[in-house]
């Protein structure tokens, strides 16, 4: 089986081409349906009988699990076309990732190490989201399955181990000091938020602290957005009272779930004018964009996006260093684990045709015997057939691979079977009678811990 991760993140491209790549949360499950089906149909299409969609501010990735050679142009082009962007433009953009790559990228991730925010938590958020969509979807099984179980358990080791979290700059705080530049005392100021969600919370009780003159929450859920206020002893308005009321804050942050812009560069010249030029501080902490980029050409207007805040948040990650060279440590580690599993998971079905047939030869040899026995056979002569006639099939696929080999692949053969047999006795290694029902057990316990191995985040 093989392992693949293809994306783009804030590494490999900027926001406005991140956004056209996003998949809201609803879209998430036909995509994945379609993205399997383009990978098992056709000619040159894959098959990918595992798949998940990870899509957050900083980037968009497919995880999947294929039995086939995979392709990264054909992931490249499966992605544009779903998004109605050319393969050409996005390619460059694009990173993909096989096997031990793919897991050690997944580990990297959860534990914040790939994160704009270096040890930030709310990726492991979202990553058990898209973990739990894609187990809905019918579009996770065993591979997948295992790989993001380990990716969290990888996650709080790191976390729990390390310090790579300590006096970390969220966005959130990162907003807060560009505010500081632009204003002299955020308690003077009048704040809005524009959306209810985790990141909203997060700026306003950062927001909250430098006790603002007012607080404001609009979004489109009115109980939400009410519950997200009073939180900061703030008040909410409904959402489309937004474009008559922009211009009474000095702050706007916004962070959405729209795929469209809902501040646009009308509206926002309109408050300008009506502010009769005080500048307008704005954050779009959304992917895709919720302000119009336009907005940000404009005098007096200080428009930030998440990138911009990325700026100011790496400032602050040379400091941690030694926490992030042991983590890196702990996840090469868990990485050798993980393929060592994955190693052993493709000799399972070996094992299990190997069982199957030499069933198949004992059942056949042994219903013989039986009939040898009902028309009063000796018994120890019928038992003798029976031992001679296993023995010969038994070893008949052996003696007819030396016979066909020569030269080295000859050699080879001879040191591997003289392993199985010395002294005519069944070796320590490989053992045949003795191993067999051992070894069918394991393949089974391989299975089973395999499917017990469902979302611990449910």
Request: charged share 20%; proline share 4%; glycine share 6%.
């Amino acid at each position: 089986m093989q392992l693949l991760t293809i994306g783009i993140n804030h590494h490999t491209a900027p926001v406005a081409l991140r956004e056209r790549v996003a998949f809201p949360l609803e879209q998430i499950k036909p995509a994945l349906a379609l993205f399997k089906e383009a990978w098992s149909g056709g000619r040159r299409s894959l098959s990918a009988p595992e798949a998940a969609i990870l899509s957050t501010c900083n980037r968009t990735e497919l995880y999947c699990a294929t039995d086939a050679q995979s392709s990264r142009d054909s992931a490249v082009e499966w992605l544009s076309h779903y998004h109605g962007i050319r393969a050409e433009e996005l390619a460059p953009h694009v990173y993909t990732l096989p096997q031990s790559e793919a897991v050690r990228h997944a580990f990297r991730v959860a534990s914040g190490l790939d994160s704009m925010v270096l040890g930030e938590t709310q990726i492991v958020g979202q990553m058990k989201t898209a973990v739990r969509t894609a187990t809905e979807a019918g579009a996770l099984g065993t591979y997948l399955n295992q790989l993001f179980q380990r990716t969290f358990a990888v996650a709080k080791e790191v976390r729990s181990t390390t310090e790579i979290g300590a006096q970390s700059v969220s966005m959130a705080a990162a907003a807060v000091r560009l505010a500081q530049r632009i204003f002299d005392k955020i308690a003077n100021q009048r704040v809005l938020f524009i959306g209810a969600g985790e990141m909203i919370e997060l700026c306003a009780a950062h927001f909250a602290a430098q006790q603002p003159r007012e607080l404001v929450v609009a979004n489109r859920t009115a109980e939400r957005g009410r519950y997200v206020a009073e939180r900061f002893g703030g008040k909410s308005i409904p959402l489309s009272e937004l474009p008559t009321r922009m211009h009474e804050f000095d702050i706007i942050v916004s962070c959405t779930a729209s795929t469209l812009p809902i501040i646009g560069l009308g509206a926002v010249e309109r408050a300008v004018k009506a502010r009769r030029h005080r500048p307008i501080f704005m954050v779009d902490l959304a992917v895709p964009r919720d302000i119009e980029a336009e907005v940000g050409q404009l005098e007096d207007v200080f428009l930030y996006t998440v990138d911009d805040l990325g700026t100011i948040v790496r400032e602050g990650n040379a400091s941690r260093q030694a926490a992030v060279a042991q983590a890196e440590t702990i996840i090469e580690t868990r990485v050798a684990n993980f393929m060592q599993w994955l190693d052993t998971r493709s000799i399972v079905p070996v094992i299990r045709h190997m069982h199957t047939q030499a069933d198949t030869l004992r059942r056949t040899e042994l219903e013989r015997a039986r009939k040898m026995l009902a028309r009063g056979d000796d018994p120890s002569a019928v038992l003798e057939a029976l031992s001679q006639s296993l023995t010969n099939k038994l070893i008949h696929g052996p003696t007819q691979a030396l016979n066909s080999s020569s030269g080295d692949q000859r050699d080879s053969l001879i040191e591997m079977m003289s392993g199985f047999y010395r002294h005519g006795q069944p070796a320590k290694v490989g053992k045949t009678d003795e191993a067999a029902p051992e070894t069918s057990t394991q393949a089974s316990n391989l299975d089973a811990a395999s499917n017990a191995s469902g979302s611990s985040d449910r």
